[in-house]
C-alpha cells in the first residue's frame, strides 16, 4: 500500500515539476508548490482512509501519512537537483532562444542594423533569471534576493573582472554548486566585443555551430593556413613569372 502511494505521488510529481524547470521563470517555484499541495492532498487522505481500514491506530498511520510527504518533497528536490546539475545547458538554450528571437518568438533577420549588444545583454539577463530559478530549493513565499545578486555581480559590468570578488564577498559564489563556473564562461564569452563582431559578420546561427562544435573551429583555422600557403605559392609563381628570381 505504502508502495503504491509512493508510485502515485512520483508520477504526480516528477514529470511536471521537470516540465517547469524546463520552461523556469519567475512562477516556477509558486507552480512547484502549488502542484505539491494539490497532490498531497488528493492522495494522502486516500492513504490513510484505506489505513483506517485496517483499523490501524491513529498515531502510527498519521506518522505514515507524514513519511509519505516527506517522501513527496524528496521527489521534487531530487528532481530540482537533477535540473540544476545541466544548468549550463538550459542557460545556453535559454540565452540561444532570447537571442535568435524576438519578444514576438519570431526568428530574428540580421540585417546589420540590430543593437547586437543591447540584444545580448537581454538574453543574458534571461539566462541569469533562469540560474536564479535553480539556485535554490524554495519551500516557502518568502522573497529572496538570489536574482539582484547574480544580476549585480554578472550582469552589471564586465563579468570577467567581477568573478574573482565574487567568490571572496558573494555566498552564492560556492565552489560546490560546480556549474556556477560553467555559467560564468557561457556569460563571459557571451559578452565579449568579438563574440557580437562574428555575430555581425557569420551570423548567429553559424557562430554557434562554432561553439557548439570545435573541430569546426580547428577545421576553420587550418582552412585559413592552406589559403595563406596557396596565396604564397602563387606569390611566388608570379615573381618567377616577373624574371625575379
Not at 502515485?8 to 519567475?26: G, I, N, T, W
Not at 552564492?172 to 555559467?183: G, P, Q
Not at 605559392?233 to 628570381?245: A, I, P, T, Y
Request: charged share 25%.
Amino acid at each position: 500500500m505504502t508502495r503504491h502511494a509512493k508510485d502515485k505521488l512520483r508520477k504526480a510529481l516528477a514529470e511536471p515539476v521537470e516540465s517547469l524547470f524546463d520552461a523556469a521563470d519567475q512562477t516556477t517555484w509558486q507552480s512547484i508548490r502549488n502542484i505539491y499541495k494539490r497532490e498531497t492532498e488528493a492522495i494522502l487522505p486516500e492513504f490513510l482512509n484505506n489505513l483506517c481500514q485496517f483499523e490501524m491506530e491513529y498515531a502510527p498511520a498519521e506518522e505514515m501519512v507524514s513519511k509519505l510527504k516527506d517522501y513527496a518533497r524528496s521527489v521534487v528536490e531530487s528532481k530540482a537537483k537533477e535540473e540544476s546539475s545541466k544548468v549550463s545547458i538550459h542557460m545556453k538554450e535559454r540565452f540561444t532562444t532570447v537571442f535568435s528571437h524576438d519578444k514576438d518568438s519570431i526568428p530574428r533577420v540580421w540585417t546589420g542594423k540590430e543593437d547586437v549588444r543591447a540584444i545580448v545583454k537581454e538574453a543574458r539577463s534571461a539566462a541569469l533569471k533562469l540560474l536564479s530559478v535553480m539556485a535554490a530549493i524554495r519551500w516557502d513565499d518568502e522573497p529572496d534576493r538570489i536574482e539582484s545578486i547574480l544580476t549585480s555581480t554578472l550582469l552589471e559590468g564586465s563579468v570577467v573582472s567581477k568573478i574573482a570578488s565574487a567568490a571572496s564577498a558573494d555566498p552564492l559564489a560556492s565552489t560546490t554548486w560546480e556549474e556556477v563556473t560553467l555559467c560564468w564562461s557561457v556569460l563571459a564569452q557571451a559578452n565579449n566585443g568579438s563574440t557580437v563582431s562574428m555575430v555581425l559578420i557569420l551570423g548567429f546561427n553559424e557562430i554557434m555551430v562554432l561553439i557548439r562544435n570545435p573541430i569546426y573551429l580547428f577545421l576553420l583555422f587550418v582552412g585559413y593556413l592552406m589559403v595563406k600557403a596557396l596565396a604564397m605559392q602563387l606569390d611566388v609563381s608570379r615573381e618567377f613569372q616577373n624574371g625575379v628570381v
